[in-house]
């Protein structure tokens, strides 16, 4: 779960220098469809029909969000193969802090271990890969500001909300909300790059956000009830 943060950080990284932001995208959007049946079969969890339902509905969305874009895209086998395996760590991470997060009381307690463990890793990395350097040198207040951000609202807020969420909900539902972050920076892009969307990207948008929400909405039973129903029906039809 410690290690988790980093892994995923370095394939991506190095995976987006070999394939297209497009395909790496759909890649990781399968992480939603994973979690469930993972969850199901590590963390003997219930898998919910409502959030599988969901999180292929979301992926839906995800790909028609991005399918404009698609054919403009040049992907890379070895960097797909990158993205997978971050896939498959994130998947790893997941299971690892549900159970985690459900040993130990406190979610600062256990992001400050990620946190800590990632700082380290990624420094020694540093070290090896990148000449030091005098520390910022001729930085500006902007980029010290884009620094906070980059450490305190993407990594220490993210993990910390994070498992506080994992403590509470199964991993299933909690990596539905993966799926969110290919809507929330199309948005961002609109807003603050000035890009535009078509009708496609909006209705995906909305296809995404029922998906995330819709074992939210549907009451736990509700697809048992409604299969019982329709049998009951056909059992009743001459």
């Not at 220098?17 to 890649?27: D, F, H, L, P, V």
């Not at 919910?48 to 969000?65: E, H, K, W």
């Not at 463990?117 to 980029?143: D, E, Q, R, W």
Request: aromatic share 10%.
């Amino acid at each position: 779960s410690c290690c988790s943060p980093v892994g995923i950080f370095l394939l991506m990284a190095f995976a987006t220098t070999r394939t297209s932001a497009t395909e790496a995208t759909i890649i990781f959007g399968l992480v939603p469809v994973i979690l469930p049946l993972l969850g199901w079969i590590v963390l003997r969890e219930r898998l919910r029909v409502s959030v599988m339902l969901g999180a292929l509905t979301a992926f839906t969305g995800i790909v028609l969000i991005i399918s404009r874009r698609i054919e403009l895209g040049s992907g890379d086998l070895f960097g797909d193969f990158l993205v997978l395996l971050a896939v498959i760590t994130t998947s790893a991470g997941q299971l690892a802090g549900r159970r985690v997060n459900q040993y130990f009381s406190n979610a600062i307690t256990v992001s400050t271990y990620q946190v800590t463990f990632a700082a380290v890793i990624v420094s020694t990395i540093m070290i090896f890969v990148h000449p030091p350097s005098p520390l910022l040198s001729g930085a500006t207040g902007g980029t010290f500001a884009k620094l906070l951000y980059l450490g305190a609202a993407s990594v220490v807020i993210n993990y910390l909300t994070y498992n506080y969420a994992l403590r509470r909900l199964p991993v299933g539902r909690t990596g539905l909300y993966v799926a969110l972050a290919p809507v929330i920076g199309t948005i961002l892009a609109v807003l603050f790059l000035g890009e535009i969307i078509g009708l496609r990207e909006v209705i995906g948008i909305g296809i995404v956000i029922s998906g995330v929400m819709m074992p939210a909405v549907l009451p736990p039973g509700f697809w048992r009830t409604v299969l019982g129903r329709f049998r009951t029906r056909r059992k009743k039809a001459p």
